[in-house]
């Protein structure tokens, strides 16, 4: 987990769906800058640093986070952001990604795609990969359903960001629904569920 108080502070605009961005992978920085805004009706988020090698025979790497995401109405939103990590010209990475979460009523619905850019001598050259990522909910006292669903290229590098797997694609869905009774009733609450999940390794 951040503990630092620099990556800490102000740094909410990088939350996603998806954890594209994860501080903790700049792990011995020397240097660092931050911006965070509002222009108009968008939100803007900036934080580059230099990441010290920890060996004297590898260059520092350079990082830049950049994420704007724009409201759309009152609780639905859009986004965008951008990784990059460069160490030389032949070894990098970069990933671009876009996300949304719209909300009407009781339902909301989240997505998210991105596409990583990597350049590793020891992969033999650049390597491309894409993952997504979609969900949908209906909250409600009586009945209540939520059934996500992702996928990952193995070639999928985020640099910048935390993924437990990857190469794999899986669904989960949960519905329930709740039966109420007289109060003080022998039976007040009924709750039965029904959970599905399904995986698969590329």
């Known amino acids: 987990a951040e503990k630092r108080p620099f990556?800490?502070?102000g740094t909410e605009i990088f939350g996603m769906p998806k954890q594209l961005v994860h501080t903790r992978t700049v792990a011995n920085p020397i240097a660092g800058g931050k911006l965070t805004g509002k222009v108009g009706g968008l939100r803007l988020g900036y934080l580059g640093a230099i990441d010290e090698a920890f060996s004297a025979d590898r260059p520092d790497t350079y990082v830049s986070l950049?994420?704007?995401?724009g409201d759309v109405s009152t609780s639905s939103t859009l986004g965008a952001v951008y990784t990059d990590r460069t160490v030389t010209s032949a070894d990098f990475n970069r990933v671009t990604g876009a996300d949304a979460r719209i909300q009407r009523g009781r339902y909301t619905f989240t997505a998210m795609g991105a596409k990583s850019f990597t350049g590793d001598?020891?992969?033999g050259g650049r390597v491309d990969g894409t993952m997504s990522s979609a969900r949908i909910e209906r909250a409600g006292r009586v009945f209540s359903f939520n059934a996500d669903f992702?996928?990952?290229q193995?070639?999928?590098k985020p640099g910048s960001g935390f993924f437990r797997r990857l190469g794999t694609a899986q669904v989960n869905a949960r519905t329930s629904y709740t039966w109420f009774g007289k109060r003080g009733g022998l039976i007040e609450q009924i709750n039965p569920s029904l959970e599905v999940r399904g995986y698969w390794d590329h």
């Open 150 to 152: 992702e996928d990952s």
């Open 121 to 123: 001598a020891a992969l």
């Open 7 to 9: 990556f800490l502070e």
């Open 66 to 69: 950049i994420r704007v995401r």
């Open 154 to 156: 193995a070639e999928f």
